[in-house]
């Protein structure tokens, strides 16, 4: 049984690098644009219009889809995929990472899994902001191998391209400033309720690299040791999933905050330094009071911090974007060295808008 076991396990390494399509491997080309959109699939859409918006959108320039997957039977999921593959996208699964989702049910077989803040109150018990927001630990040994084999058993779903990984970081620290009177928050620093995980794993692992539990820190914020441990937290998950998903010869991209700084400071995501084919920063600028412009100076920080590492494609909220700003929109990624842009999300778009939208990215 062992013996079978190493033999497959040969077999996949040896095929994997041929096992990346032709059409993924363009992606990994700097030169060569690629346009993205994150999409949302209705249950009860028939096939002959699914098909329909399918064509639509890539007769707009859109090359690839990230599709959420939200826990409904595998067979309907890959029916619908099928059809936008048939139209020639190549689509990603989008699936929630360190925080729970539809098709996980964790709480109850795995409490000691979810992440403690350092008022030592885990969010199962009280999730910050909003009642969803139930986060796993990923220094967990348990947590970690259940992420890692579950973005595994997709990746082996060979109707798929890659995996998108949403939700791989820890609960906001901080909200996005245009977010905060939501809530009626004003978080001008870092407080406990907000801040995690201090479950025992997390702090005695930190105890056993630093010599003191944070805990005991008096300033967590400005403890570098203390913010890195848990960037790399992060980034070694990320690292992780790479590798199984690699192993499968898929493509692993991720939805991430919208600058290397903000990311860190925010949700503690230091994306510039994962492993990981591509990545999509989510640059909504009015959660950030930002003007539509700022699309291109958040898409240079990044780029220029990746220094053409990683491949960088624009997240864009289209909702907030008129058509007749979708040619502005695309200028100011193109112009900062994004290798394309990435809306949010395919299901808002007018028809006006993917008109616009394909005429700026001129691809016909
Ligand atoms: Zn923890």
């Known amino acids: 049984m062992k013996q079978h076991h190493l033999l497959l396990l040969g077999i996949l390494f040896l095929i994997s690098p041929q096992c990346i399509s032709q059409d993924n491997q363009s992606i990994y080309s700097s030169k060569q644009t690629y346009d993205w959109a994150w999409m949302y699939l209705r249950g009860d859409v028939k096939d002959k219009k699914l098909e329909k918006q399918f064509q639509l959108i890539k007769d707009s320039g859109i090359d690839g889809l990230l599709i959420l997957l939200r826990g409904e039977p595998m067979e309907e999921f890959a029916h619908k995929v099928k059809i936008a593959k048939k139209v020639g996208l190549s689509v990603h699964v989008w699936i929630p990472t360190t925080k729970i989702h539809g098709g996980r049910n964790l709480e109850k077989e795995h409490p000691e ?24 630990c990923p220094n967990r040994e348990g947590a970690r191998e259940y992420l890692i084999e579950e973005m595994r058993s997709l990746a082996k779903m060979e109707f798929l391209d890659g995996v998108h990984l949403d939700y791989i970081r820890f609960p906001d620290v901080i909200l996005p400033v245009g977010i905060q009177p939501k809530y009626d928050l004003n978080q001008d620093k870092e407080y406990p309720e907000f801040d995690f995980c201090y479950c025992d794993v997390c702090r005695e692992k930190f105890k056993q690299e630093h010599g003191i539990d944070p805990m005991d820190i008096e300033d967590p914020a400005n ?131 993917w008109k616009e939208l394909g005429k700026a990215l001129n691809k016909q």
Request: aromatic share 14%; proline share 5%; glycine share 4%.
């Open 223 to 353: 403890n570098k040791d203390w913010v890195e441990f848990r960037y790399n937290s992060i980034t070694n998950l990320v690292n992780d999933i790479y590798d199984v998903v690699h192993a499968e010869g898929k493509m692993l991209s991720a939805a991430v905050f919208p600058t290397p700084k903000l990311a860190k400071q925010l949700v503690r995501q230091d994306w510039v330094n994962w492993k990981i084919d591509a990545l999509m920063p989510m640059i909504y600028h009015e959660y950030y009071f930002e003007p539509l412009s700022w699309v291109g100076q958040a898409a240079k920080e990044g780029v220029d911090a990746l220094n053409g590492k990683i491949p960088f494609y624009s997240g864009i909220f289209t909702v907030w974007i008129d058509a007749e700003e979708m040619d502005d929109v695309v200028e100011y990624s193109k112009q900062a060295g994004a290798q394309g842009i990435c809306l949010f999300n395919a299901n808002k778009m007018s028809k006006k808008q």
């Open 113 to 136: 899994w979810f992440q403690v803040s350092r008022e030592s109150i885990s969010c199962l018990e009280k999730p910050p902001y909003i009642p969803s927001y139930k986060w796993l």
